[in-house]
T-cell receptor, first 116, second 112 residues
Framework: DTEVTQTPKHLVMGMTNKKSLKCEQH?????MYWYKQKAKKPPELMFV???????INESVPSRFSPECPNSSLLNLHLHALQPEDSALYLC???????????????FGPGTRLTVT | RKEVEQDPGPFNVPEGATVAFNCTYS??????FFWYRQDCRKEPKLLMS???SGNEDGRFTAQLNRASQYISLLIRDSKLSDSATYLC?????????????FGTGTRLKVLA
């Protein structure tokens, strides 16, 4: 099973709202990722968690706040977003260093976010 | 220079044609290499990993040239259903984890 699930599928929020995106995987992967993807662009890395610790933050604005409650779950808390933050938000997972020899990354279906 | 570069296309090819994509990378410390397929408004799906010895999966063949720092994907006997954007991905170890860098993607349209 190479499934990564994400909820919600679609989200419309105002600039003053607070919302959260959720991601779950049961592949035993200890690395989890958040990406942002705009139309006709590649996925752009935001955050990486490795063994439940934040290991990479690609200078993402503080209005995006990641959380990794356990090895299967990853959240992205959103607050005071701007219209330009509208995009497809993708979660992914892979083995972490020390977990094996192959590091294929698997994506969830994404949350399509619109900020009004 | 971008870390990972691809020709954006589009490549318009007739059904049954053979088409090849290249992807160049700049970081010589890159360790793993992958091809993904992405359909419109969907997530990237792993197509295949790319190994130094080259690997094949049905109509798809991937190759890695570390000396010249590029990877390639060959699709034989193209089907209409192969129409998609093909993204290459390169990983390297940093901050105790693997970072994946994606190319801009190459659009393929297979025409009837």
């Amino acid at each position: 099973d190479t499934e990564v699930t994400q909820t919600p599928k679609h989200l419309v929020m105002g600039m003053t709202n607070k919302k959260s995106l959720k991601c779950e995987q049961h592949m035993g992967h200890r690395a989890m990722y958040w990406y942002k993807q705009k139309a006709k662009k590649p996925p752009e890395l935001m955050f990486v968690y490795s063994y439940e610790k934040l290991s990479i933050n690609e200078s993402v604005p503080s209005r995006f706040s990641p959380e990794c409650p356990n090895s299967s779950l990853l959240n992205l808390h959103l607050h005071a977003l701007q219209p330009e933050d509208s995009a497809l938000y993708l979660c992914a997972s892979s083995r972490a260093p020390g977990q094996g020899d192959s590091y294929e990354q698997y994506f969830g279906p994404g949350t399509r976010l619109t900020v009004t | 220079r971008k870390e990972v570069e691809q020709d954006p296309g589009p490549f318009n090819v007739p059904e049954g044609a053979t088409v090849a994509f290249n992807c160049t990378y700049s970081n010589s410390a890159s360790q793993s290499f992958f091809w993904y397929r992405q359909d419109c408004r969907k997530e990237p799906k792993l197509l295949m990993s790319v190994y130094s010895s080259g690997n094949e999966d049905g109509r798809f063949t991937a190759q890695l040239n570390r000396a010249s720092q590029y990877i390639s994907l060959l699709i034989r006997d193209s089907k209409l259903s192969d129409s998609a954007t093909y993204l290459c991905a390169v990983t390297f170890l940093t901050s105790g984890t693997y970072k994946y860098i994606f190319g801009t993607g190459t659009r393929l349209k297979v025409l009837a």
